[in-house]
């Protein structure tokens, strides 16, 4: 019921985000998305608690299992080609992982779904921007919900080898930005 509960809150409060309308529905039929494990909010994940245990599609066809990233430190950017913020960082988050892609993993999430984003949108768009960090879809935007509550983009999630958060950022990031945030709260240089 609890969760029931926080995904209709979580859709109810979805439309006062970046635009006005509501989110569309995952698209039906013909879908090549393998069985993954529903990664459903049940409550907001706060600096200090662990990811969920989720998978995801990576754009190129593999999962994406949030376990595997123990280990080593990871920086999660939630974004959708709707976004006007995330166009413009998405160069920065390149070239920030072409300089740390050794110490620690960089995952961008497409919210598939939200505000009527597709596949094919979210491929160009990353195609366009030069994306060259591992890429996965969060189907309506599930994961991201365990953060946020509105689709407040673009969205950075910073989490410990251990796999805890470790620091929540709402709002674009440039590379500055992210080498600081990544030195402090990851400990990574």
Not at 11 to 24: D, I, M, N, R
Not at 44 to 68: Q, Y
Request: some cysteine; proline content about 6%; hydrophobic content about 45%.
């Amino acid at each position: 019921m609890r969760r029931s509960v926080a995904v209709l809150a979580l859709l109810s409060v979805w439309a006062s985000g970046c635009t006005s309308q509501a989110p569309a529905p995952a698209p039906t039929g013909g879908s090549t998305t393998p069985a993954l494990a529903a990664c459903r909010p049940d409550g907001l994940i706060s600096v200090g608690e662990h990811l969920p245990d989720c998978a995801f599609r990576k754009f190129d066809g593999t999962v994406l299992d949030l376990t595997s990233l123990r280990g080593e430190p990871a920086v999660l950017n939630f974004w959708a080609s709707w976004c006007t913020f995330c166009i413009k960082e998405m160069p920065d988050f390149a070239r920030f992982h072409a300089d740390f892609k050794d110490r620690l993993a960089v995952i961008g999430f497409d919210l598939l779904g939200v505000e009527g984003e597709i596949e094919g949108a979210a491929r160009s768009f990353a195609l366009d921007r030069g994306a060259t960090y591992d890429l996965a879809f969060d189907p309506e935007g599930l994961l991201f919900a365990h953060f946020s509550v509105r689709p407040i983009l673009p969205a950075t999630i910073f989490v410990d080898a251990s796999g805890i958060v470790a620091h929540r950022s709402f709002g674009p990031l440039d590379e500055t930005q992210l080498r600081e945030l990544a030195a402090e709260h990851l400990g990574v240089r």
